[in-house]
């Protein structure tokens, strides 16, 4: 089993900053894939952006030039850094890891989300 702890949501203005930090930890031989998805209220989960262990990035078209994805191998992190938000970010926002066992099977785990609300 993988563990997954998410950290530094939150309430800002407009136009504001925050990064968001997740940490996996348990059974891991590799983490192949690591990323954040969001989801507002009534509208269905989508993704934000996701890094591989190569570290090639993918983002959604609404966070380009304003998120930044990043990871550390060595501690199993992934990090989103949100600049420029709009009340359109407004959402819950979750880790999502894939990861592949010592026996070469994968399996994806997500956390528990972390709120994020842009308002002034």
């Known amino acids: 089993q993988v563990q997954l702890v998410e950290s530094g949501g939150g309430l800002v203005q407009p136009g504001g900053s925050l990064r968001l930090s997740c940490r996996a930890s348990g059974s891991i031989f590799r983490i192949i894939v690591m990323g954040w998805y969001r989801q507002a209220p009534g509208k269905q989960r989508e993704l934000v952006a996701t890094?591989?262990?190569?570290?090639?990035?993918n983002y959604a078209d609404s966070v380009k030039g304003r998120f930044t994805i990043s990871r550390d191998n060595a501690k199993n992190t992934v990090d989103l850094q949100m600049n420029s938000l709009k009340p359109e970010d407004t959402a819950i926002y979750s880790c999502?890891?894939?990861?592949?066992?010592?026996?070469?099977?994968?399996?994806?785990?997500w956390g528990q989300g972390t709120q994020v609300t842009v308002s002034s």
């Open positions: 890094i591989t262990s190569g570290e090639f990035t």
């Open positions: 999502y890891v894939l990861v592949q066992s010592s026996v070469g099977k994968a399996n994806g785990y």
